[in-house]
């Protein structure tokens, strides 16, 4: 069975890993994690399976809300000013 899409959840690392899938020419929707958690509530046993099995039942169903994607150079700017932020902590604090 061919994959029509690949629902990822949202995430810190989920959106390099979305913007990598779209330059393979994947179709990828990052879906709200709030709304992924609302529907997995009744779960009684959470697993990465059954997330994955979720997942793709929500995304079969169309039950998903996606989630806005930054830019590439967006995620950039922001992984630079979170090291400076941090060297410039870590600078302070060992003096």
Same mark, same amino acid.
């Given at each position: 069975?061919?994959? %029509?899409?690949?629902? $990822? %959840?949202?995430?810190? &690392?989920? #959106?390099? &890993?979305?913007? !990598?899938?779209?330059?393979?020419? &994947? =179709?990828? %929707? $990052?879906?709200?994690?709030?709304?992924?958690?609302?529907?997995?509530?009744?779960?009684?046993?959470?697993? *990465? !399976?059954? *997330?994955?099995?979720?997942?793709? #039942?929500?995304?079969? $169903?169309?039950?998903?809300?996606?989630?806005? =994607?930054?830019? @590439?150079?967006?995620?950039?700017?922001?992984? @630079? $000013?979170?090291s400076r932020k941090l060297i410039r902590v870590s600078f302070t604090t060992s003096r």
């Amino acid at each position: 069975m061919a994959m %029509e899409r690949i629902g $990822l %959840e949202a995430g810190p &690392l989920s #959106q390099w &890993l979305h913007a !990598g899938m779209v330059k393979a020419g &994947l =179709c990828v %929707e $990052l879906i709200e994690t709030r709304h992924v958690a609302a529907a997995f509530k009744t779960m009684p046993v959470k697993t *990465d !399976g059954r *997330d994955a099995r979720g997942i793709a #039942q929500l995304m079969r $169903l169309g039950w998903f809300r996606p989630a806005h =994607c930054k830019s @590439l150079t967006a995620q950039k700017v922001r992984a @630079l $000013l979170t090291s400076r932020k941090l060297i410039r902590v870590s600078f302070t604090t060992s003096r």
